[in-house]
């Protein structure tokens, strides 16, 4: 099983190139309310931008943004470059597989190297959990968490989040049931600190092993509970999130097997 790799507080640094307070965007634990409805407000404003003929602004210009993977990724990957080229920013795009890793070179080495280059952000997406951590602590680039293990995914609850507020105008007083292997999804980890603190409720169901009850004590306050039933869970919800099993997380069976 991999290490887990110690997290440390966020820091701030007076050449991020970022409209937070902060540094690095690491996970929705750390954000408050008001820095998540800035992100999230923010976002709203580039809604235009994506219909326009040309989709390009001079917001990053003369920046640099690298998106190193060292897990395979479609959407997410896809969505940073995209995000990058039409913010106007040079990016440049690092898999493991096709990268020094394989010869051995580790995250902080890489991290190292890069840092060299002088880049102004690294979005880092990696299988061990505080990766995104560690990275910040020894880069002047500003980091953003793309994933790192089953910890956190910090953007995709963001645009989660967006979306619900397209849809329901606010997310203070709803009914969230997220459904699926909650114990090994990161995206969920971020839906239930960044749900919770916007003021919703939240209600967890899926296959027994997959959702235990502990999973509600992430969040103080009893903003989520757990459920039985799936038909329990999503009774009178407002919004339903559904989640893969995440086979790949899974160190253990989760289920009887057939044979």
Do not use: W
């Amino acid at each position: 099983m991999r290490k887990k790799i110690d997290k440390e507080e966020q820091r701030t640094d007076e050449r991020a190139p970022t409209g937070l307070a902060r540094k690095d965007l690491l996970g929705i634990r750390e954000l408050t309310s008001a820095e998540i409805v800035h992100v999230l407000d923010t976002a709203e404003t580039f809604r235009d931008i994506s219909q326009r003929e040309i989709k390009k602004v001079p917001t990053l210009r003369g920046r640099t943004v690298i998106n190193l993977f060292f897990e395979p990724s479609t959407r997410t990957r896809t969505s940073f470059e995209l995000a990058g080229k039409r913010l106007s920013a040079d990016t440049i795009n690092i898999s493991a597989s096709t990268s020094s890793v394989t010869k051995g070179e580790t995250l902080l080495d890489t991290a190292r190297n890069l840092e060299a280059m002088s880049p102004d952000f690294i979005v880092l997406r990696h299988p061990s959990a505080g990766a995104a951590h560690a990275l910040a602590r020894i880069c002047r680039a500003a980091v953003i968490n793309a994933g790192d293990g089953a910890h956190e995914h910090p953007t995709q609850a963001l645009l989660d989040a967006l979306t619900i507020r397209q849809h329901k105008e606010r997310i203070e007083g709803l009914e969230v049931a997220i459904l699926g292997d909650v114990l090994h999804s990161r995206v969920a980890r971020s839906n239930l600190h960044l749900l919770t603190k916007l003021g919703a409720r939240v209600r967890l169901a899926g296959p027994g092993p997959l959702v235990p009850p502990e999973l509600a004590t992430l969040v103080a306050g009893g903003a989520v509970r757990t459920a039985h039933r799936i038909e329990e869970a999503v009774e009178d919800a407002d919004v339903v999130m559904v989640l893969r099993i995440q086979r790949e997380r899974q160190t253990s069976a989760f289920f009887p097997s057939l044979r």
